[in-house]
């Protein structure tokens, strides 16, 4: 069968790392927002931004059927798996994992950063092969699933360890988020050693807190909605609005995690349905662009740390199985159709997110 190359020599570089990684991690900030947009059809549309302090040097994957996968959790207490389902993405690293993406039968999900709240397993607690390295996780479920149902009912079954990422120099603090065909959304938080799963009505996820402290927090919102105010009237003189959207007034436009939630469910909830296709996908691009973080908008605050921007924007069209992606410095939408690769090909696809050349000046008429 099919393994992938150097992990084992990469998880020796990794456990190398461990004992020092409190001293020298890089501790880059994430501001990744993702949602699920219904279609006007039943269907389903997943969008999200990947943020980051410095270069994840992400590339195109498509990860074929029958592939087989070792992971790296140490002492041989990892699961080795063989994917069962073709699936295109994004890496990060030259990983061969995705951190986003979807698969053949519309399962579609992400890694999301959860800072301060994520908690892994130690490897010397976990049964034989049932752990899973915290970059693993999404590959092992979209390679495995066709259903979030599938996916709640399986990774109670594993473990998530903590293990340094190299190129982070961390263990990184993650947690998921899955969506399928049908419109059912799960999150997955590794919390104290242990997986909390949760059932996701709302189909949004930023970063930490916790999803069930999002979930309570949208009781101070309760009275933001699309539709505008009614003008009032105050001994005798009736006062009204400035103009347009302000059943809106209050909604948060910060970028930390908490309003970035509930301005994303703001979009999902209100923004008009349209059909599966190109038609949707244009609707999430334009709910993703209010998300958008340039460099220089959002600093860490040691000044030698690079400032978190919006590295990539990724779509996925659950219904056609095409994954599309625009980057920070190429924003065209561009798009990957899963079905047209041969999906029992012996080897991983790349390609790298490469900037186009740089398009024609307009032309005016004389």
Same mark, same amino acid.
């Not at 140490?74 to 798996?81: E, L, Q, R, S, T």
């Given at each position: ?10 998880? @020796?570089? !990794? ?7 409190? !001293? ?20 389903? =549309? ?14 195109? !994957?498509?990860? %074929?059927?029958? $592939? ?18 073709? /699936? ?13 993406? /979807?698969?053949?039968?519309?399962? @579609?999900?992400?890694?999301? $950063? ?43 079954? /594993? ?17 998921? =988020? ?5 419109? *059912? &959304? ?40 699309? /539709? ?40 999902? *909830? &209100? ?28 600093? %860490? ?7 978190? $921007? ?40 790349? @390609?790298?997110?490469?900037? !186009?050349?740089?398009? %024609? @000046? ?5």
């Amino acid at each position: 069968m099919r393994k992938t190359t150097d992990l084992k020599r990469r998880a @020796a570089t !990794m456990l190398t790392a461990v004992a020092t990684a409190a !001293m020298v991690a890089i501790q880059p900030a994430a501001a990744c927002t993702s949602f699920l947009l219904p279609t006007s059809d039943g269907e389903s =549309v997943y969008g999200r931004t990947m943020e980051f302090g410095f270069e994840l040097e992400s590339e195109m !994957m498509v990860v %074929p059927r029958g $592939y087989s996968f070792t992971s790296v959790v140490p002492d041989g207490k990892g699961v080795d798996w063989t994917g069962k389902y073709g /699936v295109v993405g994004l890496n990060a690293f030259d990983l061969p994992n995705v951190v986003d993406g /979807v698969n053949e039968e519309g399962l @579609a999900g992400g890694i999301l $950063y959860f800072p301060g709240y994520a908690g892994y397993a130690e490897a010397k607690d976990v049964d034989a092969k049932s752990g899973l390295a915290p970059w693993e996780v999404l590959t092992w479920a979209l390679t495995q699933f066709t259903t979030v149902a599938e996916v709640k009912a399986a990774i109670a079954d /594993v473990s998530v360890v903590g293990v340094v990422e190299s190129s982070l120099g961390i263990v990184p603090p993650f947690h998921f =988020v899955f969506h399928d065909e049908s419109g *059912a &959304s799960l999150v997955v938080e590794p919390v104290d050693g242990a997986l909390k799963i949760y059932d996701n009505p709302v189909g949004v996820m930023t970063n930490s807190p916790g999803f069930d402290w999002h979930l309570t927090n949208l009781g101070n919102f309760v009275n933001i909605s699309p /539709v505008n105010v009614e003008s009032m009237e105050i001994f005798g003189d009736k006062i009204g609005s400035f103009g347009q959207g302000s059943g809106l007034l209050g909604i948060p436009g910060d970028p930390t995690p908490p309003s970035r939630f509930i301005r994303a469910l703001g979009y999902t *909830a &209100s923004a008009e349905r349209v059909p599966s296709g190109i038609e949707s996908v244009r609707l999430a691009e334009h709910i993703i662009n209010n998300f958008d973080i340039p460099i220089g908008f959002v600093k %860490p605050d040691d000044p030698k740390e690079s400032p978190d $921007y919006t590295q990539w924007s990724a779509i996925a069209d659950l219904k056609n199985r095409r994954y599309y992606v625009k980057s920070y410095k190429d924003q065209v939408l561009r798009s990957v159709d899963l079905m047209s690769f041969d999906l029992d090909a012996k080897d991983l696809a790349k @390609a790298p997110l490469t900037p !186009m050349m740089e398009p %024609p @000046a307009l032309a005016f008429p004389k």
